[in-house]
């Protein structure tokens, strides 16, 4: 039995800012909840394809196309809502008008999460173009189950007040696994080793793996899911053995298997720097201030909101600000002030920043 797979698509992108409201750009938001969603999917076991993962434009033709070619069991596509005049209010959900089912459950369920948190109930809904075909083009040119998910009122200050990145993704992920639970976290050793000259299911989940580990090894070179295994996907193979310290013989055997399998579902974060113990502020100082003022440099390279710093461990306005500009964006407390939440936030993304540049630039 093959894990599940989610694409998990963020809306707008690079020179699409989407909605623009209460200071905020759509693009940002619909990347930090599907950047969320995402590790909360690959915790839960899930195997979870991405269209973007900083602030790059997007083709909708062409994310349709790899979530098709990937075959992947449903698709999720965020975005926030906006109007003129008065600003409306709460979450709706889009659903294909070709669906047999899955997908408006899928819909239901999502935004009955929402709704949990507090947004106005607006309903899921159909949207048709003049050619009585989907409107939503992602909705239009797939193929699985798919929806579109209007979270919030980006010009409604109510809305904004109650959106928080993670309670919002948790809402999603947990959306998802209701309609598509997760059967098996780590698929079973097919019973032969898998080598060059090997095809099928069992080689596309190997693929499909190593493209998710390879999002924390950048060494892990990226493969296409063909279910061929040929010298790309050996030595895709090998690099892992040699990160994880197997033997390093480009064949996936029960070993390598059970490893690949655990390493793809956990999704693991690394090491993250420990806390310093007290809250950063306007006057602190030191090696731990110059650790957020790296980590904010390297984050706005996906954000360019961020305002970028001189890394000279002096804790002043201009580093309060880019805190409460991240802070904005994740949907934390604006306060200008780094406690225990804010860092955690700030190194993780910081550590997920550097592996996704480091295989950009091998690339």
């Known amino acids: 039995m093959i894990a599940l797979q989610i694409a998990v698509y963020a809306g707008h992108g690079g020179s699409d800012p989407g909605a623009i409201g209460n200071g905020l750009l759509e693009k940002d938001l619909n990347l930090a909840v599907s950047n969320a969603t ?10 979870v394809l991405n269209n973007r993962k900083t602030d790059v434009n997007r083709s909708i033709t062409l994310d349709a196309i790899y979530a098709n070619e990937n075959r992947v069991d449903a698709l999720v596509e965020i975005h926030q809502n906006s109007n003129e005049g008065v600003p409306g209010t709460g979450s709706e959900v889009f659903y294909s008008i070709r669906d047999t089912g899955r997908g408006r459950a899928l ?25 009585g075909e989907d409107l939503f083009g992602i909705l239009r040119l797939t193929n699985m189950p798919a929806v579109l998910v209007e979270c919030a009122f980006i010009n409604n200050p109510h809305d904004m007040a109650l959106f928080n990145v993670y309670s919002v993704a948790r809402a999603i992920a947990t959306g998802i696994r209701e309609v598509f639970p997760i059967g098996v976290i780590r698929p079973p050793f097919p019973g032969a080793s898998l080598r060059v000259g090997s095809t099928g299911e069992a080689v596309r989940q190997i693929q499909r793996c190593l493209n998710n580990v390879s999002v924390r090894h950048p060494s892990i070179p990226r493969l296409t899911e063909d279910g061929v295994f040929g010298n790309f996907t050996r030595n895709a193979v090998i690099a892992f053995q040699r990160i994880f310290g197997l033997t390093a013989d480009g064949v996936v055997g029960p070993i390598t298997w059970n490893r690949l399998m655990n390493e793809c579902a956990s999704g693991g974060s690394g090491t993250m720097p420990p806390y310093p113990g007290a809250p950063l502020r306007i006057g602190s100082s030191g090696e731990s201030v110059r650790q957020v003022q790296r980590c904010l440099n390297n984050i706005s390279n996906r954000f360019p909101a961020i305002p970028r710093l001189a890394q000279d461990g002096a804790f002043g306005n201009m580093t309060r600000d880019a805190v409460i500009t991240f802070q904005r964006i994740f949907g934390l407390t604006e306060d200008g002030v780094v406690g225990p939440v804010t860092w955690d936030k700030i190194m993780s993304e910081c550590g997920y920043t550097s592996r996704y540049l480091s295989r950009l630039y091998q690339s």
């Not at 819909?107 to 050619?131: E, P």
Request: proline residues 0%.
């Open 38 to 47: 995402s590790d909360i999917l690959r915790q839960w076991g899930y195997l």
């Open 107 to 131: 819909a239901v369920s999502i935004l009955r999460q929402l709704v949990a948190l507090g947004f106005a109930d607006r309903g899921v809904k159909t949207m048709v173009n003049a050619n």
